[in-house]
């Protein structure tokens, strides 16, 4: 650069910061030495302003501009080159401050419009973007305030929350419920994860993203944040899964796959009626992680609907007395003369015995032999609170004295004293008082009862030393009675009385025994601990709860199993790709105790390398959502709806 | 080690643990999307703290007699940041175009922001390469001065070649045609996209006139056409100068209009999300 063309006498002071510049140069004349001052008005009117030294003006025109003019300045000190004023135009600098200024506030201006003019207007400046459908439904009726509080406050209000935490999630969980605290993770506390930092909705969704936005979508690394073992993808490094995946625990149905299969399906007699293939007895319809099985009635009832009316309950049996402590005299006066009696009766009258003699003869004092050399029922035991094989002859006796008077109403009283609430009419449903009474009339003679007819109908019915319940051929296989009785017998787990308690276990081990339970209820019910020190009975299909966290879409996985259709009994493809029999399991005695954890199924457990034959790199997506959920038993609050309407 | 040497070791130092902190923060900005801890949160404060500090480069160059750094480093550091910003945009937002009207007007701005600023970066690094090519420097202000002496001289030149030859041919020429191009800065399209048209034209103008004339009246053609093309050098200068300077007047507005918008956002956010 020449430095030499910037000198004072022929370079002028530019000035690009001040906010004009002369307009004569703006129009491409020749602008003036001076330029325009600070408020923009024209300075170069004239060529110079002379100054006065001494009692004289000397002109001052710049050396660039031509140095001192010959003129001079005029007597008044005028300059002599006099020109019209100029208009001064903005510089650029002072033009771009201008409308940067002008921008500013024009947004300042237009929020202050919007929020002002109408609330739709005021919500365009407000909110992020339009809600999810199902939101934006939702809260159409109260607006923003649905969700944000401090939309509703009034203007200082509205500018202190700026300062506040506005808890979001208390809001979400007025609509929003969960089977646990919403604010713990997966809204459950457990001994691996203890209570931590709470968590929000908002850590994981986000709302004002769209009508369409999927709020549900949540990434890896949302898992990755709590979980401590990293799971960057399944198929790299997510954790084996336990020896027995996926069967925790046992099945509330015992249905032995091997036996059916290797064996029963087999059978030449029952061919025909065994099921074509899986879905013949599992309920493939709206299945998703568990696949039901389907009714007794529907898969079982083709070979084992006799079963049930097999399985009698011996309610009462006539034990061996060593004597009989019953008067006979009243006995014969409640109940009437024995076949027996009658007969001998009948002879007796042939000679000249008055009715005195008669009944002499019939209560004649022999030698007493017990018809029974039965033990009493373990249900009379439990009842009664005797050892059945040496029970008391007296309370016995009595006992059956009892019946005598009342029917079956002394065996109500002790059930629902040992139940502790009335449930003998549900347990005792269609026991006759008569049946009783002779059965008992018939034991108070020390005789055999003769029923009158075969029981083929089932029901109740006495049979020599016993009073006996059948569960009657009926078209359902649930029998009400039968149901009862087991119920009872599950809850006499809990009896508190120490002298009972074996007399309990017993009754137990016969009502609900699996060979001789009543109506086979555990033949294929499992009786299982109910964690509260008692015992359940297994009646329905029970969804697995030692995993909600996890899923399986068993639809989805059938498809691709076969796509030409599911043709689950193939041994290579359908169920049995991951459902392997495992025909070493002990599955039989898995359901001899109460511990449904105590389990070896009859399928081998599920590997994770069997999943990650399809879910692994390059393959079927493995995200943590596939096969996880976070929140327990999300639902619902009914107040959503009022709030929409 | 010369003085100019250290200055470049310092520049790419300064660059280079700037644009590491850039890598760093956004990788960990990309990772954590979806973790817990709302890091739009981060993203966003860390934007906003950005944006002023970018801004700063304005007041950098209005306290120049200041001693905070050389300008370049200031230029280098609001370029950088600037693709920080753009950067950490689509991070925080997760997406290209957001779906409410502040929002899109706020990622309009964004958008406009960025583009102009790239632009001015482009034609800062290529227009003044292109002006020394022209083998004249001349301050944009004294750009109208320059042209007024030009215009009389070229006045003079007419009139000295009227007086010198005796006719008026050349005169005329100037006032029928050449007067117009001398009058103010011209082609400017064609200096933007360096057609060279202002060349073309003068050149076209004298070849027009120049079988009129007698010798005299050449040389004093010859003078003009002289003159024309070094006016047409100094039009080049003023349509790169412009450039370089009225990019500006779309740039700065716009991010001021960004500031005033990420001010009433943060504000909103602080009031119904958090």
């Given at each position: 650069m020449d430095p030499e063309k910037f000198r004072h006498d022929v370079s002028r002071y530019e000035r690009p910061t001040e906010r004009y510049r002369c307009g004569r140069g703006a129009e491409w004349r020749d602008p003036c030495a001076f330029g325009p001052n600070a408020k923009g008005q024209c300075g170069g009117t004239s060529d110079c302003r002379p100054a006065k030294v001494g009692d004289r003006y000397e002109c001052r025109r710049p050396a660039f501009a031509g140095g001192p003019c010959a003129e001079g300045p005029k007597p008044d000190g005028a300059c002599a080159h006099q020109r019209p004023p100029c208009r001064p135009r903005r510089t650029i600098r002072s033009l771009r401050g201008l409308i940067a200024l002008s921008a500013f506030t024009l947004v300042i201006a237009i929020i202050a419009t919007f929020l002002t003019v109408s609330q739709s207007s005021s919500r365009a400046v407000l909110s992020a973007g339009p809600l999810t459908g199902g939101h934006a439904n939702f809260t159409a009726k109260s607006g923003c305030v649905a969700c944000h509080e401090p939309h509703g406050a009034d203007t200082g209000g509205w500018a202190l929350a700026a300062f506040r935490e506005d808890d979001l999630t208390a809001r979400c969980i007025t609509c929003h419920t969960f089977g646990g605290d919403p604010r713990l993770g997966h809204n459950a506390a457990s001994d691996r994860s203890p209570r931590g930092r709470e968590v929000q909705c908002t850590d994981c969704h986000t709302e004002h993203k769209g009508e369409t936005f999927d709020i549900v979508k949540v990434g890896d690394e949302a898992c990755n944040a709590c979980h401590k073992q990293r799971v960057d993808s399944f198929g790299e490094n997510h954790a084996a899964f336990k020896p027995s995946f996926p069967h925790d625990r046992r099945t509330s149905i015992m249905f032995d796959h091997v036996s059916h299969m290797a064996k029963h399906f087999a059978d030449?007699?029952?061919?025909?009626?065994?099921?074509?293939?899986?879905?013949?007895?599992?309920?493939?319809?709206?299945?998703?992680?568990?696949?039901?099985?389907?009714?007794?009635?529907?898969?079982?009832?083709?070979?084992?609907?006799?079963?049930?009316?097999?399985?009698?309950?011996?309610?009462?049996?006539?034990?061996?007395?060593?004597?009989?402590?019953?008067?006979?005299?009243?006995?014969?006066?409640?109940?009437?003369?024995?076949?027996?009696?009658?007969?001998?009766?009948?002879?007796?009258?042939?000679?000249?015995?008055?009715?005195?003699?008669?009944?002499?003869?019939?209560?004649?004092?022999?030698?007493?032999?017990?018809?029974?050399?039965?033990?009493?029922?373990?249900?009379?035991?439990?009842?009664?609170?005797?050892?059945?094989?040496?029970?008391?002859?007296?309370?016995?006796?009595?006992?059956?004295?009892?019946?005598?008077?009342?029917?079956?109403?002394?065996?109500?009283?002790?059930?629902?004293?040992?139940?502790?609430?009335?449930?003998?009419?549900?347990?005792?449903?269609?026991?006759?008082?008569?049946?009783?009474?002779?059965?008992?009339?018939?034991?108070a003679a020390n005789i055999e009862y003769q029923p009158p007819n075969d029981p083929e109908f089932g029901g109740w019915y006495g049979d020599g030393l016993e009073l006996k319940y059948r569960p009657p051929r009926a078209n359902s296989h649930v029998d009400s009675v039968a149901?009862?009785?087991?119920?009872?017998?599950?809850?006499?787990?809990?009896?508190?009385?120490?002298?009972?308690?074996?007399?309990?276990?017993?009754?137990?081990?016969?009502?609900?025994?699996?060979?001789?339970?009543?109506?086979?209820?555990?033949?294929?019910?499992?009786?299982?601990?109910?964690?509260?020190?008692?015992?359940?009975?297994?009646?329905?299909?029970?969804?697995?709860?030692?995993?909600?966290?996890?899923?399986?879409?068993?639809?989805?996985?059938?498809?691709?199993?076969?796509?030409?259709?599911?043709?689950?009994?193939?041994?290579?493809?359908?169920?049995?790709?991951?459902?392997?029999?495992?025909?070493?399991?002990?599955?039989?005695?898995?359901?001899?105790?109460?511990?449904?954890?105590?389990?070896?199924?009859?399928?081998?457990?599920?590997?994770?390398?069997?999943?990650?034959?399809?879910?692994?790199?390059?393959?079927?997506?493995?995200?943590?959502?596939?096969?996880?959920?976070?929140?327990?038993?999300?639902?619902?609050?009914?107040?959503?709806?009022?709030?929409?309407? | 080690?010369?003085?100019?040497?250290?200055?470049?070791?310092?520049?790419?130092?300064?660059?280079?643990?700037?644009?590491?902190?850039?890598?760093?923060?956004?990788?960990?900005?990309?990772?954590?999307?979806?973790?817990?801890?709302?890091?739009?949160?981060?993203?966003?404060?860390?934007?906003?703290?950005?944006?002023?500090?970018?801004?700063?480069?304005?007041?950098?160059?209005?306290?120049?007699?200041?001693?905070?750094?050389?300008?370049?480093?200031?230029?280098?550091?609001?370029?950088?940041?600037?693709?920080?910003?753009?950067?950490?945009?689509?991070?925080?937002?997760?997406?290209?175009?957001?779906?409410?009207?502040?929002?899109?007007?706020?990622?309009?701005?964004?958008?406009?922001?960025?583009?102009?600023?790239?632009?001015?970066?482009?034609?800062?690094?290529?227009?003044?390469?292109?002006?020394?090519?022209?083998?004249?420097?001349?301050?944009?202000?004294?750009?109208?001065?320059?042209?007024?002496?030009?215009?009389?001289?070229?006045?003079?030149?007419?009139?000295?070649?009227?007086?010198?030859?005796?006719?008026?041919?050349?005169?005329?020429?100037?006032?029928?045609?050449?007067?117009?191009?001398?009058?103010?800065?011209?082609?400017?399209?064609?200096?933007?996209?360096?057609?060279?048209?202002?060349?073309?034209?003068?050149?076209f103008q004298v070849q027009t006139i120049e079988r009129y004339l007698s010798e005299a009246e050449r040389r004093h053609l010859a003078k003009l056409e002289a003159l024309a093309l070094y006016k047409d050098r100094i039009d080049f200068h003023f349509v790169g100068q412009s450039l370089l300077k009225y990019w500006l007047l779309v740039h700065v507005p716009l991010a001021t209009a960004l500031l005033a918008m990420m001010f009433w956002h943060i504000i909103v956010i602080n009031v119904y999300a958090l």
């Open positions: 030449e007699r029952v061919k025909t009626l065994a099921p074509a293939n899986c879905a013949s007895c599992h309920e493939m319809q709206g299945a998703e992680t568990f696949v039901r099985p389907k009714s007794f009635d529907e898969s079982c009832v083709g070979c084992h609907a006799d079963v049930i009316a097999t399985r009698e309950l011996v309610l009462l049996r006539l034990p061996e007395f060593s004597e009989s402590l019953l008067d006979k005299e009243r006995v014969m006066e409640v109940c009437g003369p024995t076949l027996e009696q009658w007969q001998m009766m009948m002879e007796s009258m042939s000679g000249d015995s008055d009715m005195a003699t008669m009944r002499g003869m019939m209560t004649e004092e022999t030698e007493y032999e017990s018809v029974s050399s039965e033990e009493a029922s373990a249900i009379s035991a439990y009842l009664l609170g005797m050892p059945p094989d040496d029970p008391d002859d007296l309370t016995m006796q009595g006992f059956v004295w009892g019946l005598i008077l009342e029917g079956e109403a002394p065996i109500a009283e002790l059930i629902d004293a040992r139940a502790g609430r009335k449930v003998s009419d549900r347990l005792l449903a269609g026991l006759n008082p008569e049946l009783v009474r002779r059965v008992a009339c018939a034991w149901y009862e009785w087991a119920l009872f017998a599950a809850a006499s787990a809990k009896e508190g009385d120490e002298a009972l308690i074996d007399f309990a276990a017993d009754m137990r081990n016969v009502v609900l025994g699996r060979t001789e339970g009543v109506g086979a209820c555990t033949k294929c019910h499992a009786v299982s601990n109910d964690g509260e020190g008692g015992l359940t009975v297994e009646w329905r299909y029970a969804e697995a709860q030692s995993r909600p966290f996890t899923g399986f879409n068993h639809p989805r996985h059938l498809t691709l199993v076969d796509p030409e259709g599911v043709n689950l009994m193939n041994p290579d493809a359908g169920c049995r790709t991951c459902h392997k029999l495992n025909e070493a399991a002990q599955y039989q005695a898995s359901f001899d105790g109460h511990d449904p954890h105590h389990f070896e199924s009859n399928f081998s457990a599920i590997s994770k390398e069997t999943c990650a034959q399809c879910h692994n790199a390059g393959q079927v997506k493995q995200d943590c959502k596939t096969c996880h959920n976070y929140h327990l038993e999300p639902g619902f609050d009914l107040r959503m709806m009022s709030d929409a309407k | 080690m010369t003085g100019e040497r250290a200055i470049t070791i310092r520049y790419m130092v300064v660059l280079g643990i700037f644009a590491a902190a850039i890598v760093a923060f956004t990788l960990h900005a990309i990772e954590t999307p979806n973790q817990l801890g709302r890091p739009e949160f981060l993203t966003g404060y860390v934007m906003f703290g950005l944006m002023l500090g970018v801004a700063l480069l304005n007041a950098r160059k209005r306290l120049s007699m200041v001693p905070v750094g050389r300008a370049a480093y200031w230029l280098a550091l609001h370029v950088l940041g600037g693709f920080l910003i753009i950067g950490l945009y689509f991070v925080h937002t997760q997406r290209i175009w957001p779906q409410g009207g502040f929002e899109r007007a706020f990622a309009m701005l964004v958008y406009l922001v960025t583009a102009s600023g790239i632009y001015g970066y482009v034609i800062q690094r290529f227009i003044p390469r292109r002006l020394t090519t022209s083998g004249i420097e001349i301050i944009y202000e004294r750009i109208p001065a320059e042209l007024a002496r030009i215009r009389r001289e070229a006045e003079e030149i007419a009139l000295a070649c009227t007086k010198e030859a005796g006719t008026d041919t050349l005169a005329r020429h100037y006032l029928e045609s050449l007067s117009w191009y001398f009058r103010r800065p011209r082609f400017f399209l064609g200096h933007v996209f360096a057609l060279e048209s202002g060349e073309h034209w003068v050149r």
